[in-house]
């Protein structure tokens, strides 16, 4: 029975007004299960992102460009113990001719992702990061837990931005998913990456086993408090290699209400309408981006290698070449009436008040304007 004053309506106007709600009033919208009060939500989170973003969607060219993985996250593909996985790992060269052929495509910002992997040491990765820096385009890293040292040398050789998905606000949960990692650890990361000045961005899945609408209410909270300029919300999917196996995929509603409601109380931030929502429904991205979200992150990844970037199975764009992809995106960014971002895309809330680490104050950088 919701509480007689928690009406859609009031908390819906509260968010706007105020982006912020209590722990317990996200609970309510996120329980939402009438499909017209659901519409009310996705409609005012819509709203709010065009006041804020305007209609450009922005587009991240992502290269996967390694499946090796020292960890053992029970709900992923890639993970240490799965043997089922063929293994690859691109050279420093590759990387940086796949980024290429993705500014060719027009793509302003290139996205490298990866397992866990050693082999690309500071001196391997900064090489990689100055080349694809000098072809004039943004670099969000996403390669997980590092040294402080090690984000630093990342930060000072050009990369701007580093997405590090807290995956769950709940630290027993989150226990129980990574064996090997700790969640005080991960929110230091999140810290360090803040202090060097990158934009940094986190996320959430959303269906992962034991999680209830009041964690992922700490979700959305977490990322509110950590001041985030992105924040990746999206479906946790099966995978057979793995523990959660026979654990049933995410909810594309819960999908979007998060999301929706992650723009409400994070105006501001990069909302991404994911890969794995346009796994679960084949118009995911396509409601994702008419309940908040603002980006999209096309695969440019060589196809000989994506097949084996298997985090979860059945992931779209498997067959499709990357300038397929960015073809078929900016067709389903017109079908909604919507542009493709022109500029390098960063948050509103991306502003010189972010510490700038020295070396990049001293050459002048081009993250000063802004
Ligand atoms: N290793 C880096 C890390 O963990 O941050 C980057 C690569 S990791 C594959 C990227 C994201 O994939 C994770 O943040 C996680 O949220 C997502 N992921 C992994 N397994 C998934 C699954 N079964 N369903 C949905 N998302 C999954
Ligand atoms: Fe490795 Fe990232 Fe997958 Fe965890 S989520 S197993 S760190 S690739
Ligand atoms: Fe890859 Fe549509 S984005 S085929």
């Known amino acids: 029975m919701p509480i007689p004053h928690l009406t859609t309506e009031y908390l819906l106007e509260k968010a706007c007004a105020e982006a912020m709600l209590f722990k317990d009033e996200i609970a309510v919208l996120l329980r939402l299960e009438d499909r017209a009060e659901m519409v009310k939500l996705f409609q005012a989170a819509d709203s709010v992102r065009k006041r804020v973003h305007g209609d450009a969607v922005h587009l991240r060219g992502i290269i996967e460009f390694s499946n090796r993985c020292a960890r053992q996250c029970v709900y992923c593909g890639l993970r240490a113990p799965n043997p089922e996985l063929h293994r690859y790992r691109m050279e420093p060269e590759e990387i940086i001719e796949i980024a290429r052929q993705a500014v060719a495509l027009g793509y302003k910002t290139v996205v490298l992702q990866s397992g866990e992997d050693i082999w690309y040491d500071p001196e391997k990765m900064c090489h990689i990061i100055r080349e694809i820096k000098a072809m004039d385009v943004v670099i969000t890293l996403c390669m997980g837990e590092k040294s402080h040292e090690e984000y630093r040398h990342y930060r000072e050789a050009g990369a701007d931005r580093y997405l590090l998905k807290h995956e769950t606000a709940d630290p027993a949960l989150y226990a129980s998913l990574h064996p090997d990692m700790q969640f005080e650890n991960r929110i230091r990361c999140l810290e360090w990456l803040r202090e060097l000045g990158?934009?940094?961005?986190?996320?959430?899945?959303?269906?992962?086993?034991?999680?209830?609408?009041?964690?992922?209410?700490?979700?959305?909270?977490?990322?509110?408090?950590?001041?985030?300029?992105?924040?990746?919300?999206?479906?946790?999917i099966p995978n057979a290699d793995t523990p959660l196996a026979s654990h049933p995929r995410g909810n594309l509603d819960m999908t979007l209400k998060t999301l929706a409601t992650a723009r409400l109380l994070m105006p501001g931030a990069m909302l991404p309408a994911t890969t794995a929502t346009g796994t679960l429904d084949p118009f995911g991205r396509q409601k994702a981006l008419k309940a908040g979200a603002n980006v999209v992150m096309p695969n440019v990844t060589p196809l000989h290698y994506r097949q084996h970037y298997q985090i979860y199975p059945d992931k779209i764009c498997l067959g499709e070449e990357p300038g397929d992809c960015r073809d078929c995106i900016q067709a389903i960014i017109q079908s909604l009436g919507r542009t493709v971002g022109t500029d390098a895309g960063h948050s509103p809330k991306v502003i010189s008040n972010r510490p700038q680490p020295r070396a990049l104050v001293r050459r002048g950088s081009d993250l000063g304007g802004l």
């Open 198 to 236: 990158f934009q940094v961005g986190s996320g959430n899945m959303v269906g992962i086993p034991g999680q209830t609408p009041e964690i992922l209410a700490e979700d959305i909270l977490l990322m509110k408090r950590l001041d985030v300029e992105m924040a990746g919300i999206g479906p946790f």
